[in-house]
């Protein structure tokens, strides 16, 4: 998905706080706000210049701090902590995670719907969080491949690569060359939600912008694309806070 989809992201505080933008119809001046997890959401009239959200953003760095601080120290900041369960709801599987000191090392062993997850090495949170993300990558890539193998076979349109990857911002993205990135995140959204993900980059394959033409295409290939598109804006709710954020 391109920036029309999905917000555009801003690397203001580097790595932990990412700033998002969101542009609104509704919105006459711009306004910001603090999610528990350290995510700071940017709401911008449609047509505020990207010079004078910068100069906001700036501006209110000390509030945000100290709303970053307040979350800090409430109960949901234990959400950035390495979990104890990864549910991934894209497959239906639990993952029991227990950590231990000694040898650095992660063992996932499969089991029903899940398995449990080994992990030794420092009791470093930032490097605890670090390991899970590689693996989910890896999970990622054993997931997402082969569904999207098999959606482009469903649907007939052919692609010419596949990477899974972490991303913040975006769900995927298609290249002029036909190259599929999928992000690995994916895996905790709803089976039917990661399909439409799947048919949208699919279909930039014959339209590489968000024409009418390519909203024809999905349109004819997942009737409830409006939905799903909608249901997408919010769904980075679902993503563990792990994922995207060092634990403080
Ligand atoms: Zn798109």
Known sequence: ???????????????????????????????????????VEVVAPQRAAERSIYRFVS???????RARREF???PQARMVDP??????????????????????????????????IRLTGPADPVWRVQQLRRWLQQRGRAVLEPW????????????????VRR?????????ARHDISLNCALLFLEPALVRHVLVHELAHTRHLNHGPA???????????????????????????????????
């Not at 690397?11 to 350290?38: D, I, M, N, Q, Y």
């Not at 999207?148 to 990477?163: C, H, I, K, M, S």
């Open 72 to 74: 800090g120290a409430s």
């Open 167 to 175: 991303q913040r911002s975006r769900w995927g993205s298609c290249s």
């Open 214 to 248: 390519f909203w024809r295409l999905v349109g004819r290939l997942a009737p409830d694309f409006e939905a799903a598109e909608r249901e997408l804006r919010a769904a980075w709710r679902s993503v563990p806070a792990w994922v995207n954020h060092d634990p403080m």
């Open 1 to 39: 998905m391109s920036a029309a989809d999905t917000p555009d992201q801003l690397a203001l505080f580097g790595a932990e706080a990412a700033v998002v933008v969101r542009r609104s119809a509704r919105a006459r001046r711009l306004s910001l706000r603090v999610f528990p997890h350290g995510l």
């Open 83 to 116: 979990p104890a369960e990864i549910g991934l709801a894209a497959v239906g599987e639990a993952w029991v995670v227990a950590y231990g000191e000694g040898t650095r090392r992660l063992r996932a062993v499969p089991g029903a719907d899940g398995g449990s």
């Open 59 to 65: 501006d209110h760095q000390a509030w945000i701090q």
């Open 148 to 163: 999207l193998a098999q959606v482009a076979f469903e649907t007939g349109l052919a692609y010419r690569g596949v990477t």
